[in-house]
């Protein structure tokens, strides 16, 4: 299978801080996408990314996030000021025929 | 707004039994839809896409199937194992086939030795 990989693994920050959350998509995919969970709920996506510019944002992906591709194989997650609230696992996600590939993910967490 | 419900939350089960974990979506005009693996704390692992115009799909023990009609889909585990003890995520293309995933809550599966 396809494989996506992301860094850091884990994460803690103090509330307040910026964090960068980084994917490495599938090599030659051309969309995107974050997604986070929270302990205990279900996937909740963030936002997807097609031909660099975001093609869609839940409600969740307030001005506090945005997303980049810096170069032609990262692709990333910024938190500019982090709350408590965003305490949760990061996915991120490439695809192909139709099919979204997730990768390992990171753990984030905000004390 | 669009829903994905699974059921039941949890399922144990002895090792060797077949099974069926159900997941039910509230918007008719599906696209697409995947079952995932997920293991405690790891990532998701796609097990088998279903494009919203096929019945269902196979891969080795597994066998999903989708029914827009009655707006469910069913993944059915053969002769299970140990080893599939996870939760089973499924999900459905939002807006698009290249749109968000919309998930489940999950079922978590045990199989006994």
């Known amino acids: 299978e396809p494989e996506v990989t992301q860094t850091p693994s884990h994460q803690v920050t103090q509330m307040g801080q910026e964090v960068i959350l980084r994917c490495v998509p599938i090599?030659?995919?051309?969309?995107f996408y974050w997604y986070r969970q929270i302990l205990g709920q279900k996937v909740e996506f963030l936002v997807s990314f097609y031909n660099n510019e975001i093609s869609e944002k839940s409600e969740i992906f307030d001005d506090q996030f945005s997303v980049e591709r810096p170069d032609g194989s990262n692709f990333t997650l910024k938190i500019r000021s982090t709350k408590l609230e965003d305490s949760a696992m990061y996915f991120c996600?490439?695809?192909?025929?139709?099919?979204?590939?997730f990768g390992p993910g990171t753990r984030l967490l905000v004390l | 707004k669009q829903e994905v419900t699974q059921i039941p939350a949890a399922l144990s089960v002895p090792e060797g039994e077949n099974l069926v974990l159900n997941c039910s979506f509230t918007?008719?005009?599906?696209?697409?839809l995947q079952w995932f693996r997920q293991d405690p704390g790891k990532g998701l692992t796609s097990l088998l896409l279903?494009?919203?115009?096929?019945r269902e799909q196979t891969s080795g023990r597994l066998n999903a199937s989708l029914d827009k009609s009655s707006g469910r889909s069913t993944l059915y585990i053969a002769a299970s194992q140990p080893g599939d003890s996870a939760t089973y995520l499924c999900?459905?293309?939002?807006?698009?086939?290249?749109?968000?995933?919309?998930f489940g809550q999950g079922t978590t599966l045990q199989v006994k030795p």
């Open positions: 090599s030659n995919h051309l969309y």
């Open positions: 999900a459905q293309h939002g807006s698009s086939n290249t749109g968000k995933l919309i």
């Open positions: 918007d008719s005009a599906i696209y697409n």
């Open positions: 279903i494009q919203s115009s096929q």
């Open positions: 996600a490439s695809l192909v025929a139709e099919t979204q590939y």
